[in-house]
C-alpha cells in the first residue's frame, strides 16, 4: 500500500531529524505520541491521528529554527491536507486540530502553560496565544475537539530523549486499515 511506504519514508529519513527545538527527533516524537495514545486506551483512528499528527512539518520540509526566525509554517493545516488525501476525519481530524488544542488548554487550564515546553511556549505565541473565549466556544463545536484535547496532552508528554517505544513496523497494519478506511 503506498501510503504506508510513504509514512515509513517520511518517519524514516526526513523523521530522523531534530524535532524544533526538542530533544527528540520527529520521529521518536511521532512514535512517542503514538504509544501514549495506545496505552491509554485510544481507538486506532486516533493512535494513527497521533502517529502522525505533526506530518506537517516534514512535508513542509520546515527546517528545524523556524519559530527562533519567528514564523508560524502552519503545520496543522499542511498536514491535515495531506492527512485528508489518505485518511478519514478520524485521522485528519485530532491532527488538524492539534494545535488550536494547545491554545485551548492554555485558555482552560491556568496550570497547563506551566507545563510545556520552551518550544512549544514559543510557537504558541506564534500561534495567536491562549483562545479567546469566543474562540473557546467555536472550538468546542468541533466534533474533534475531545480527541485533539486527547492528543494534545500526548504530543506534550511525547518528548522524552531515548524512551523505548514501539517502533514504526508495530503501526503499518493500523495505517493501512485507516488508509482502507478512506478508501485510500
Given at each position: 500500500m503506498r501510503i504506508v511506504d510513504e509514512v515509513m519514508n517520511l518517519?524514516?529519513?526526513p523523521g530522523r531529524e531534530a524535532y524544533l527545538g526538542e530533544q527528540v527527533s520527529q520521529a521518536e516524537h511521532a512514535l512517542q505520541a503514538a504509544w501514549l495514545a495506545e496505552r491509554d486506551g485510544a481507538p486506532d483512528s486516533l493512535v494513527i491521528s497521533a502517529l502522525l499528527h505533526d506530518v506537517g512539518h516534514l512535508v513542509l520540509g520546515?527546517?528545524?529554527?523556524?519559530?527562533?526566525?519567528?514564523?508560524?509554517?502552519?503545520?496543522?493545516?499542511a498536514g491535515a491536507a495531506w492527512?485528508?488525501?489518505?485518511?478519514?476525519?478520524?485521522?485528519?481530524?485530532?491532527?488538524?486540530?492539534?494545535?488550536?488544542?494547545?491554545?485551548?488548554?492554555?485558555?482552560?487550564?491556568?496550570?497547563?502553560?506551566?507545563?510545556?515546553?520552551?518550544?512549544s511556549k514559543l510557537s504558541l505565541t506564534l500561534q495567536g496565544g491562549a483562545m479567546s473565549p469566543a474562540e473557546v466556544t467555536q472550538f468546542k463545536l468541533d466534533p474533534h475537539h475531545a480527541p485533539a484535547v486527547r492528543l494534545r496532552r500526548w504530543d506534550d508528554e511525547a518528548k522524552v530523549p531515548g524512551l523505548d517505544v514501539p517502533g514504526l513496523e508495530h503501526y503499518r497494519s493500523r495505517i493501512e486499515a485507516a488508509?482502507?478506511?478512506?478508501g485510500a
Open positions: 518517519l524514516a529519513g520546515a527546517l528545524e529554527d523556524v519559530a527562533h526566525r519567528g514564523i508560524d509554517a502552519h503545520h496543522e493545516d492527512l485528508d488525501k489518505h485518511f478519514g476525519p478520524e485521522v485528519t481530524g485530532p491532527a488538524r486540530l492539534h494545535v488550536a488544542a494547545k491554545r485551548y488548554l492554555c485558555a482552560v487550564d491556568p496550570d497547563y502553560l506551566d507545563g510545556l515546553s520552551d518550544a488508509a482502507k478506511a478512506k
